[in-house]
């Protein structure tokens, strides 16, 4: 017969505790509740009525609370509870916890949660690229015209093809997650934006190159776009597109 497995229990963090008590019973019965808690450690907090006004930890935590019947915060609080730990390895990390989820009125400092990591910013980006690629979608798809099929469709959309295989959009990959576009033609200033893909979008209006985009502007039958158009570099400077293919 094989060996039934046994589930070992884990062991409490919480070996014992004390729940909105009130300050009172330091008056009435200190030793009582100062010879149950000597020597524990723990997480206290402390109410005044019943709202939460400060959260704290304690090697000792009868000293700890006899300390705050005399310092600043005392008459501040009314009840209080305690926490014994039995395993103080992540007592501080609770504490923190605590302090970030509850932000009592009496404690002066936010927890700190030293090794742990803030996915926040890694979120924004993954964001980012998400939003920037559904826009990229958006309006390529609002772009595309509905054909009506001719004779001359099927041997058109053939030569389409092959020339698409042997020219892409010349900025496709140059600018993970889009680019903003700079340009200055007689006196005015002009913006557009570059997605992933290597569309260019200006006024509205999507093109598959910088040329194209930069004939919109200038109304010019013919123009180089890559020494048309410039982006900010690493360092904050425009330089012209053409740069990066150098």
């Given at each position: 017969m094989p060996k039934k497995k046994v589930k070992r229990k884990s062991r409490p963090i919480i070996s014992g505790y004390l729940e909105k008590v009130s300050r009172n019973i330091f008056d009435k019965h200190r030793k009582a509740i100062t010879d149950r808690t000597s020597g524990q450690q723990g997480l206290y907090v402390l109410y005044r009525n019943d709202k939460l006004y400060y959260v704290g930890l304690a090697g000792n935590l009868r000293s700890r609370i006899n300390h705050h019947l005399q310092d600043r915060h005392k008459g501040k609080w009314t009840h209080f509870s305690l926490y014994i730990i039995s395993h103080a390895d992540h007592i501080k990390e609770l504490e923190s916890l605590l302090l970030r989820i509850a932000y009592p009125a009496g404690n002066k400092h936010k927890g700190k949660l030293r090794r742990s990591a803030n996915i926040l910013p890694e979120l924004k980006k993954q964001v980012k690229?998400?939003?920037?690629?559904?826009?990229?979608?958006?309006?390529?798809?609002?772009?595309?015209?509905?054909?009506?099929?001719?004779?001359?469709?099927?041997?058109?959309?053939?030569?389409?093809?092959?020339?698409?295989?042997?020219?892409?959009?010349?900025?496709?990959?140059?600018?993970?997650?889009?680019?903003?576009l700079y340009a200055s033609y007689n006196g005015k200033d002009y913006k557009a934006w570059v997605f992933t893909s290597g569309t260019v979008k200006y006024d509205g209006q999507l093109y598959d190159s910088p040329s194209a985009a930069g004939m919109a502007v200038t109304r010019k039958k013919t123009i180089n776009g890559w020494k048309f158009w410039k982006y900010k570099n690493n360092s904050d400077e425009l330089v012209y597109i053409d740069e990066l293919r150098k």
């Open positions: 690229v998400a939003v920037l690629k559904e826009l990229e979608e958006l309006f390529e798809k609002k772009r595309k015209k509905r054909i009506v099929p001719t004779k001359n469709t099927f041997a058109k959309k053939k030569s389409e093809t092959s020339k698409n295989k042997t020219k892409e959009k010349p900025l496709r990959g140059l600018f993970p997650g889009g680019k903003r």
